[in-house]
């Protein structure tokens, strides 16, 4: 982007000003620190200019928003045309208290829903399974069949709505009782909207929620892409998640790299089953979290949507742009929330927000301040909501596409993290002979992703330690005065509710459908089939969650028990 003559003008002028201003400023007063770094410890400068990014080819690198390599934004106009898509994580007790708190965020403007299950809906156990003792509707809401998504959804139109499914194991199940909804409330399956989480390798890398082992994990997740293209082609069947990796303690350039190898292996799974990488790709999705070192941020998002166009053209040779775009959803960091001074998240939260929304994010869910403590609070709900809206409305944020490009440190940044990440991904694909997917089944395996992720958490924790990371409240500007809000219980009459429920259900339901559905998806897992239509039609007989993922524990030989989870 610059002659050889400017950049030579550019840094002997750069000498200059360091040895005629800025060294005399720095004998007489110094710096804050000897060296400045973002939360994952890359290395800050104290000055960027041309030089940093003489290499930069703006139609090769940047190019313009809604065209390759996208890494200005994956459509022209992007917030200019229509805003990002507001979700706020909702789920809680029972179907009937979720299904009220989602009227309460409609009411207030929220354009898109997103719901959190409870841990036994998670690791697929009904809500009377002696594991589910204690957890019901405790951390989301408790589904168990068929009818808790019928009340979930009461007086919602599923059809003028895109619901967000954060679950894994089971979130084929999930799928099915939303599409068994959609059916019954006459809402063509093509027009479903949406997003299923159903990340099963990030589960095997981070969360660690997982019924059966990682590779038939991986055949499961292939089933509901297959099944989506051709029945859901507007419902993302896999989003696939950084966020967690996050949460457990990567840096950004790990989050980054992790997930697009994820991403690509199911792009690999899928072209080995047959399938048109320009078929299925433009339906998938992605996830990342949002952390406080806002340019480092950005340039995790700018540098996300480039390698992924690069790679999905030159690997696995899509055609059209909407198989090289890549689209994702933010949510701001949990693990950043902190218990002391909790309002002090209100303002971490929105710098977070302001870096998904300056890193174009397509959808954003900010956290509430009070999430370090319990679920959130209605009042809470509403300022992170709000907080969105201020920035939508108000900040101008919103109003130019990418407005950060063409800032000397935010686009050297994105070059340092694009270059870090690859490094990453090239070497999952080595440890796969050529395959990323099997180098994500083999980095599992070894325990590579978890010792990667676990060096960088115990690096972080030390800085804190040795306050060479502040964390407001925690240790540094310490208060001794008691900032604890008033945070939301879930009654422990709500798993009895559910319980009473899940044995109505069973009582009413024609037992002999509920198993033949079951003996279908058996036979249908055994000889390898695509399991999708089986599980719709087994949720719409109104078996159990925990009746259908013991067909697939079963069938792969009692994995949680292995692994001592039953």
């Known amino acids: 982007m610059y002659d050889e003559e400017d950049l030579a003008e550019i840094r002997e002028s750069r000498e200059e000003w360091e040895a005629g201003t800025l060294d005399p400023t720095l004998d007489a007063y110094g710096e804050r620190k000897d060296r400045f770094a973002t939360i994952s410890n890359l290395g800050i400068d104290r000055l960027y200019d041309p030089s940093d990014v003489a290499d930069l080819d703006y139609g090769e690198d940047l190019g313009n928003p809604g065209e390759f390599p996208f890494t200005r934004g994956p459509y022209p106009t992007m917030y200019r045309g229509r805003t990002w898509t507001m979700r706020q994580f909702a789920g809680f007790g029972s179907a009937e208290d979720t299904n009220e708190r989602f009227h309460y965020l409609i009411e207030e403007g929220q354009t898109g829903l997103s719901t959190a299950f409870d841990m036994p809906s998670l690791m697929g156990i009904d809500s009377d399974d002696p594991m589910a003792l204690g957890e019901v509707g405790k951390e989301g809401v408790a589904v168990d069949t068929l009818r808790d998504m019928e009340i979930l959804f009461d007086g919602i139109d599923i059809g003028e709505v895109s619901t967000s499914f954060t679950i894994n194991p089971s979130a084929p199940v999930i799928y099915a009782m939303y599409l068994a909804l959609a059916d019954e409330q006459g809402v063509p399956r093509e027009e479903v909207r949406g997003t299923l989480q159903n990340d099963m390798l990030k589960e095997f890398i981070a969360q660690k929620e997982w019924v059966i082992p990682p590779e038939p994990s991986l055949d499961i997740v292939t089933d509901t892409i297959e099944f989506a293209t051709e029945e859901t082609p507007k419902f993302n069947p896999v989003s696939i998640s950084g966020y967690h990796i996050r949460e457990a303690g990567s840096t950004a350039v790990q989050e980054l790299a992790f997930t697009l190898a994820d991403g690509f292996a199911y792009v690999e799974d899928c072209l080995d089953r047959g399938m048109d990488v320009d078929e299925f790709a433009p339906q998938l999705s992605f996830f990342f979290n949002s952390h406080n070192s806002i340019f480092e941020e950005v340039a995790k998002f700018r540098a996300a949507r480039r390698i992924y166009a690069r790679v999905m053209d030159e690997w696995y040779d899509a055609e059209k742009d909407a198989s090289k775009k890549l689209k994702f959803h933010t949510q701001t960091a949990g693990q950043s929330l902190t218990a002391q001074q909790p309002l002090n998240n209100i303002?971490?939260?929105?710098?977070?927000?302001?870096?998904?929304?300056?890193?174009?994010?397509?959808?954003?869910?900010t956290n509430s301040y009070d999430e370090a403590l319990a679920l959130p609070s209605e009042e809470a709900v509403r300022?992170?909501?709000?907080?969105?809206?201020?920035?939508?409305?108000?900040?101008?944020?919103?109003?130019?596409?990418?407005p950060l490009a063409g800032s000397f440190m935010v686009e050297s940044l994105t070059d340092e993290v694009e270059e870090e990440a690859m490094e990453y991904i090239e070497s999952i694909k080595?440890?796969?002979?050529?395959?990323?997917?099997?180098?994500?089944?083999?980095?599992?395996?070894?325990?590579?992703?978890?010792?990667?992720?676990?060096?960088?958490?115990?690096?972080?924790?030390e800085r804190v330690e040795n306050e060479e990371e502040v964390v407001v409240g925690v240790n540094k500007y310490v208060s001794e005065e008691d900032t604890s809000p008033e945070v939301l219980k879930v009654d422990e009459e709500v798993a009895e509710h559910q319980r009473e429920r899940l044995e109505s259900v069973k009582a009413e339901r024609d037992d002999d459908a509920v198993e033949a559905a079951l003996d279908d998806l058996r036979e249908a897992v055994q000889n390898d089939e695509n399991v999708m239509p089986y599980i719709v039609t087994a949720v719409k007989a109104y078996a159990t969650m925990g009746?259908?993922?013991?067909?697939?524990?079963?069938?792969?030989?009692?994995?949680?028990?292995?692994?001592?989870l039953a």
Request: glycine residues 14%; without cysteine; hydrophobic residues 35%.
């Open 430 to 461: 080595e440890m796969g002979d050529g395959s990323v997917r099997d180098g994500v089944l083999t980095g599992i395996e070894d325990g590579f992703f978890h010792r990667e992720i676990q060096e960088a958490s115990y690096e972080y924790q």
């Open 347 to 365: 303002v971490r939260v929105t710098i977070q927000a302001l870096a998904g929304v300056f890193g174009g994010t397509q959808s954003l869910h």
């Open 383 to 402: 300022v992170a909501l709000r907080t969105q809206q201020i920035i939508a409305e108000e900040s101008g944020a919103a109003d130019s596409v990418d």
């Open 547 to 564: 009746e259908i993922m013991d067909v697939f524990e079963a069938e792969h030989g009692g994995y949680r028990e292995k692994i001592g």
